[in-house]
């Protein structure tokens, strides 16, 4: 007879909030296996924790928004939002099936250029360019999308001292319905301000106005909010014909469509909640084919679509370190990564599986990472199957975001491994280590002497 493992028995507290009309959900099963190569040798053969990436998704993700939009739109382009995930491997990846880049500072610009990325396919978004940087992507054809009038005027001045001719857009911000607004990025449409950042960009000598930007939000749950900015983007194109008789050569719808994640505090889970991207696709280009652009006149489609290509290709596997019981009698389990390595556990609950076969029992938890800091939470509530030291966990959809906003803190950040069509392994970005770290610091010569030692 199998021996029953031994719990110290303990009395629970009942905890509201855990339960909804469905019951409880017990979204678990084994993973044992990523792509065909087992979970166990990935983190025996590069460490834990560890970032795995999937090429085969993100190929499939991709591949898939470009043909729901071009079954739908005749002229319709990708370009990588680079601060989603900016591991040159990755980028590489969304290069080959053709997508541009977008970056929003001068170290993703270099390194759209660095990764072959010819200039006349990076746009350049957000808030921050030195001067330096816009001769740069004025020089190299880049498309400049000017975000606040100390840009628009500091464009219009070095392109008269260098005898630039930047191609340029907008940035507009609006009212979609969604609240809080996005209003700190570019031009406001309602009050104006956009209109007569048009019309001082057509009066200048020297900039060149092809296109129409916005990005109204990320993790937008609402289709609709696409149509408006759709709509309103027309309108300023159409108004640019009219007055100026000037055609606008793009629209750029930016990201902001969501992956098939749950938010904390989510009802439902994101399975049952998050539109397709058939549903925006649809509310985009139901609004721009039916604004009234000659065939001939349509505006190419920009989209800048980040989360909703990445997330789902990456995972995070890692290591139990122990378990508790707290003051309360709830069970802890204290993993090998937190915060720090998946920042987006600030907003999601992510789904978390064991990677390997488990007992009868199950248990609300609370997931702990292996920070000494009170915030390190990686779930506050889930059911999972009793796991023990050494156990090991994978965390799904975690591709967007966490490679590029993870900190360095307390710990290392560890090896990212891509596994390629062929289901072979490669290390893509290598676990950091001291001396790497160290390597930056220098320590004044009178602080060298230690007199501990
Ligand atoms: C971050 C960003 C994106 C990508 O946003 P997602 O929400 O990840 O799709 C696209 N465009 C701009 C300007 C951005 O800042």
């Not at 070095?158 to 996005?182: C, F, Q």
């Not at 289709?223 to 309108?235: D, G, H, M």
């Not at 055609?247 to 049952?272: C, E, H, M, R, W």
């Not at 998946?342 to 599986?353: D, G, M, R």
Request: charged letters at 25%; glycine letters at 6%.
């Amino acid at each position: 007879m199998k021996k029953e493992r031994y719990e110290r028995p303990v009395i629970l507290k009942m905890n509201t909030g855990l339960m909804n009309k469905f019951g409880k959900k017990t979204d678990f099963e084994a993973v044992t296996h990523i792509e065909s190569v087992p979970v166990k040798s990935l983190l025996s053969d590069y460490g834990s924790p560890l970032f795995v990436i999937s090429e085969k998704q993100i190929r499939r993700d991709v591949q898939n928004a470009i043909r729901i939009f071009k079954t739908r739109y005749p002229k319709v382009q990708f370009a990588w939002s680079y601060k989603t995930n900016y591991i040159s491997a990755v980028c590489q990846i969304f290069h080959q099936e053709g997508s541009w880049a977008e970056v929003v500072s001068g170290f993703e610009y270099d390194k759209a250029i660095e990764n072959g990325v010819p200039g006349n396919k990076i746009i350049f978004n957000g808030p921050d360019k030195s001067d330096d940087q816009l001769v740069l992507a004025a020089r190299n054809n880049s498309l400049i999308h000017i975000d606040h009038y100390d840009e628009l005027y500091s464009l219009i001045r070095l392109s008269e001292e260098h005898s630039l001719k930047p191609r340029v857009a907008i940035r507009i911000n609006m009212d979609t319905g969604i609240y809080p607004k996005w209003d700190r990025f570019g031009f406001n449409f309602e009050n104006g301000q956009a209109w007569n950042a048009i019309t001082r960009i057509i009066n200048s000598a020297n900039l060149n106005l092809v296109g129409l930007h916005c990005h109204i939000g990320t993790f937008m749950l609402s289709p609709s909010a696409y149509a408006i900015a759709a709509r309103n983007l027309c309108e300023l194109a159409w108004s640019i014909k009219e007055k100026y008789n000037r055609n606008i050569q793009y629209i750029d719808l930016g990201g902001g469509f969501p992956s098939v994640n749950t938010l904390k505090g989510a009802y439902l889970p994101g399975s049952d909640t998050v539109p397709s991207i058939d549903q925006f696709a649809d509310a985009i280009t139901d609004v721009i084919l039916g604004y009234g652009f000659k065939q001939d006149e349509l505006p190419l489609l920009i989209l800048e679509t980040g989360r909703a290509l990445i997330d789902d290709a990456g995972y995070l596997l890692g290591t139990v370190l122990a378990t508790k019981r707290l003051s309360d009698g709830r069970r802890a389990t204290i993993l090998d990564f937190g915060l720090n390595s998946l920042f987006t556990s600030l907003w999601y609950e992510h789904k978390v599986s064991p990677a390997q076969a488990y007992g009868d029992y199950t248990e609300e938890m609370v997931l702990y990472g292996p920070l000494c800091m009170n915030i390190d939470i990686v779930r506050e509530s889930i059911i999972l199957p009793l796991l023990e030291k050494g156990n090991q966990v994978v965390v799904h959809k975690v591709g967007a975001y966490n490679m590029t906003q993870w900190m360095q803190f307390i710990t290392l950040r560890p090896n990212v491994v891509l596994i390629d069509s062929e289901n072979k392994t490669h290390v893509i970005r290598k676990a950091e280590t001291r001396e790497y770290i160290e390597s930056m610091e220098q320590v004044p010569e009178h602080l060298k002497e230690n007199p501990l030692k």
